[in-house]
């Protein structure tokens, strides 16, 4: 049987970019806020949002066959609407509103890449910090800014959050403490889901005043403890389980090795770490979300990088763990959890 070999794939990924800054530029221009639970024409959209009429029906029509919009009619008649997933996740009146990292992505990211193959070749960071800035040190200092983006990853971790309170029971905790927890989001939804269990979510003083107000929004305010602190300096709060989210990937090995000891000697005998991240196959064939995200720490970071399963077992058992487990989330994230 003779097997035709196209370019079609090499192509589709070679000009991905091109579907991926349609989509930023949507987001950047609020275009899926716009339509909310509307319909409306090329022309209607065109005047709300400042698009040239030249530009306008390919942008739109673009959108639709990369699955981003829905269209009814043609022509003059044609009609715009969010999918159910753009109106879920990229209308910021949505709660599962995850445009903030997209628009960082748009803001940031999308430069940044443009100059992977000096990252690959010097192994150095290629945003803010190469000529002397830092992104998150101006984050932090922003509050509106740092709100925008603690929504953005709130948005991103949602179905990470709802996964992991589906296939993991935390029936039998009483304490749990979400390292590096941002907003608090997953300790207002642990809390939400067992009124047994008191949960702290443990990160610097900039975002706690966002976590107390996350609490109280859930009404869980009793059960949520906010503590400020710095991961490397103070002690992690004893508990249960403690989760570390995307924040592994940020270090280097003996960054990673350091973070993994500290929660092994918070957990109560008998607790649990989980770490939710795009954990990488062993075999380093099929999770290429995952795989490309390591690139990104390669850009952003001095020594971050994503890790496998096994990386993860090596890490834990050295720390003293009984063993380890990989569950399956959202998409290509996954809980990697190690036993005390």
Not at 139 to 155: H, P, T, V
Not at 203 to 218: I, K, Q, S
Not at 262 to 286: C, F, M, P, T
């Amino acid at each position: 049987m003779n097997h035709t070999v196209t370019p079609e794939r090499i192509m589709q990924i070679g000009m991905g970019f091109w579907a991926s800054k349609t989509l930023l530029s949507a987001v950047e221009l609020g275009l899926f806020t716009t339509l909310g639970h509307e319909e409306l024409s090329a022309a209607q959209l065109g005047e709300q949002l400042c698009i040239h009429p030249r530009a306008g029906d390919d942008f739109l029509d673009a959108l639709v066959s990369l699955g981003l919009l829905d269209r009814t009619g043609n022509g003059d008649g044609a009609r715009y609407r969010n999918t159910n997933e753009t109106g879920l996740f990229l209308d910021k009146h949505s709660p599962a509103y995850m445009g903030g990292i997209l628009e960082m992505a748009n803001a940031r990211l999308y430069g940044f890449w443009g100059n992977l193959t000096e990252a690959l070749r010097t192994g150095r960071p290629q945003n803010e910090a190469k000529i002397g800035g830092d992104f998150f040190g101006a984050l932090y200092n922003d509050e509106a800014r740092l709100g925008a983006f603690l929504a953005g990853m709130q948005g991103l971790q949602f179905g990470n959050h709802s996964a992991l309170l589906e296939k993991v029971d935390l029936s039998g905790a009483a304490t749990f403490c979400d390292v590096g927890g941002a907003n608090g989001a997953l300790c207002a939804l642990v809390a939400q889901r067992y009124p047994q269990l008191h949960a702290t979510t443990f990160d610097l003083p900039a975002v706690g005043d966002f976590a107390r107000r996350h609490a109280e929004a859930m009404g869980v305010a009793n059960r949520v403890t906010v503590v400020d602190g710095d991961f490397f300096v103070d002690k992690f709060p004893q508990a249960d389980v403690i989760v570390l989210g995307n924040v592994l990937h940020d270090w280097d090995e003996e960054g990673k090795q350091a973070l993994i000891d500290k929660a092994y000697d918070a957990l109560n005998a008998g607790g649990r770490l989980i770490a939710i991240e795009n954990v990488i196959d062993d075999d380093r064939r099929h999770n290429t979300f995952g795989l490309l995200m390591s690139l990104n720490m390669l850009i952003e970071l001095e020594g971050g990088f994503d890790y496998t399963g096994a990386q993860f077992d090596r890490w834990c058992s050295n720390a003293g763990f009984e063993l380890t487990e990989i569950v399956p989330l959202a998409g290509p994230g996954s809980a990697a959890i190690a036993y005390k």
